[in-house]
């Protein structure tokens, strides 16, 4: 089983920054992706940036140059460093593993809000 556990969310004027972290734990296997996503109220989950346990990484355009996904594999622990940070940023992020066998897992969300 494995579980994940986000931290970093909070309340941030536009144009601040925020720095999220999304620790893994249990049965992991290092080839796997890692990735954060968001959901804003009323709208769907979308994609944010992901990153291949090779360091491959990739952006959704709104977020392109004001973000920036990382790991650290020996602690299974992905960041996510937002700034510049907009109104439209708004919304639950969520952490996701997902092993190469296509098999993945969820964090519980944290919220980030920005305010203009």
């Known amino acids: 089983q494995v579980q994940l556990v986000e931290s970093g969310g909070g309340l941030v004027r536009a144009g601040g920054s925020l720095r999220l972290s999304c620790a893994a734990s249990?049965?992991?296997?290092?080839?796997?992706?890692m990735g954060w996503y968001r959901q804003a109220p009323g709208k769907q989950r979308e994609l944010v940036a992901i990153v291949t346990s090779g360091g491959s990484t990739n952006y959704a355009d709104s977020v392109k140059g004001r973000f920036t996904i990382s790991r650290d594999n020996a602690r299974n622990t992905v960041y996510l460093q937002m700034n510049s940070l907009k109104p439209e940023d708004t919304a639950v992020y969520y952490c996701?593993?997902?092993?190469?066998?296509?098999?993945?897992?969820w964090g519980q969300g944290t919220q980030v809000t920005v305010s203009s």
């Open positions: 996701k593993l997902q092993f190469y066998s296509g098999t993945n897992y």
């Open positions: 249990g049965s992991i296997f290092r080839a796997n992706t």
